[in-house]
């Protein structure tokens, strides 16, 4: 009992609060959340639970007091944060190389089209009586040009984004985590994820149950026990009519292509 005790003395000795080594930088609505809670299961990853907006919101308070929102953790543990707004914030990408060109950055990219439809759901949630979707995505009902300024629309131009990433980091910085396999195959994208940050590769297939009644992978904790993300991850979408989804596609086709050849990964988006 007395060795226990002085072996966690001395682990709290060399507990500290570190500036992150990795940051989840996007995207909204991507599966950020489900990403960093599979990941916090891993033994040598330490992760603050609320979005930090340090470097879009916050960043007046200093890198001290961003080094103060993170967990503490041991010498050999990773610290990661994620604040999925930072990948489209202009003056992000500068801060962070700021505070550390080598910096592993990860991005949970989904579907455009279906990633601006998780957003209009998530902003129909807090307000229930703005507009139907098809009244924001075109700039009138006429012309039926799709409206780039509309943030559900802005955020998927990934490509767009990116390249202001690239002005300071190189892509083999830049981790992309496939988030229509995030849902299928969390198990697989969380080994890439291990990979990519050098932890030992721990998460397995079993850490994971597909719950039906909620439609996506949940984790099985010790024993018997399920935990799922909250109501809030998962949404039923409204219905968008066929027409305006196709037009959609055909409006991020482009950027989408441009993303693919940026990356040198083709995600299938249609
Ligand atoms: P929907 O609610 O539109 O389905 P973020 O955490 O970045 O806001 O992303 C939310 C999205 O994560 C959800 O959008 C959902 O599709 C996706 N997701 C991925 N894996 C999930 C999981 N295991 N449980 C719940 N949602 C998950």
Redesign the pocket.
């Known amino acids: 009992q007395k060795a226990d005790r002085t072996r966690e003395y001395s682990e709290n000795l060399r507990l500290q609060k570190k500036l992150p080594h990795a940051i989840v930088i996007g995207?909204?609505?991507?599966?950020?959340?489900?990403l960093l809670e599979f990941l916090r299961i891993h033994p040598d990853v330490g992760a603050p639970g609320p979005e930090v907006h340090f470097f879009d919101k916050r960043y007046g308070n200093g890198l001290e007091w961003y080094r103060q929102q993170m967990p503490s953790t041991l010498s050999d543990q990773l610290t990661i944060e994620k604040t999925?707004s930072y990948f489209v914030m202009k003056d992000v990408p500068r801060r962070v190389y700021e505070m550390s060109p080598s910096v592993k950055l990860i991005v949970?990219v989904r579907d455009p089209v279906t990633r601006a439809i998780?957003d209009y759901?998530?902003q129909l949630s807090k307000r229930p009586n703005i507009q139907s979707f098809e009244k924001f995505v075109f700039v009138d009902d006429q012309s039926k040009v799709i409206n780039s300024s509309w943030a559900a629309i802005r955020i998927g131009i990934y490509a767009k984004h990116l390249r202001r990433w690239l002005d300071y980091f190189s892509l083999a910085q830049i981790h992309f985590v496939n988030?229509e396999r995030?849902?299928t195959d969390?198990a697989g994208q969380l080994a890439k994820v291990e990979s990519f940050l050098g932890l030992r590769p721990i998460i397995k297939p079993s850490n994971f149950y597909y719950n039906e009644t909620?439609g996506?992978?949940?984790l099985r904790k010790s024993g018997e026990s399920i935990q799922?993300?909250g109501k809030?991850?998962?949404?039923i979408?409204p219905t968008i009519s066929e027409e305006v989804v196709e037009r959609l596609r055909a409006f991020f086709r482009p950027f989408n292509e441009r993303f693919y050849r940026m990356t040198g990964r083709n995600f299938g988006w249609s």
Do not use: I
């Open positions: 995207v909204k609505k991507g599966g950020t959340r489900a999925p949970v998780s759901t998530q988030g995030l849902v969390p909620k996506f992978p949940c799922c993300l809030t991850k998962g949404r979408h």
